[in-house]
């Protein structure tokens, strides 16, 4: 069955750097990484449709880079110069190829647990 186990996150002080992973157990066409803060909705962050490149919101293009090990089946979230907005729950995504094209949470049928990312200043 498939199934995303993620781990990392942590705290940080602003500006500096955290890696995040996420195994993923199965074949999917579309993985991405969501993060959700206290109070608001779940937003999406980064997303790789398979054989493109990966894409990126505004906020954070330029400060994270999303890649992946084909040999270890891992997924890779790399966050540097973070910023006191950066602190949320952070969740690996996957689903098919709509869910790269929607980027809507309701369209990634797997998630992960989640992993909490806060930024400090």
């Known amino acids: 069955q498939a199934q995303l186990v993620e781990s990392g996150g942590g705290s940080v002080q602003a500006g500096g750097s955290l890696r995040l992973s996420c195994a993923a157990f199965g074949r999917f066409d579309c993985m991405g990484w969501f993060r959700q803060a206290p109070g608001k909705e779940r937003e999406w962050v980064t997303s790789?449709?398979?054989?493109?490149?990966?894409t990126y919101a505004d906020s954070v293009k330029g400060r994270f880079t999303f890649s992946q090990d084909n040999i270890k089946n891992t997924l890779y979230l790399q966050m540097n110069s973070l910023k006191l907005d950066d602190t949320a729950m952070y969740y690996c995504a996957a689903g098919g190829s709509v869910a790269c094209f929607s980027l809507r949470p309701a369209d990634f049928a797997y998630w992960g647990q989640g992993t909490q990312v806060t930024v400090s200043s």
């Open positions: 790789f449709h398979d054989g493109e490149q990966p």
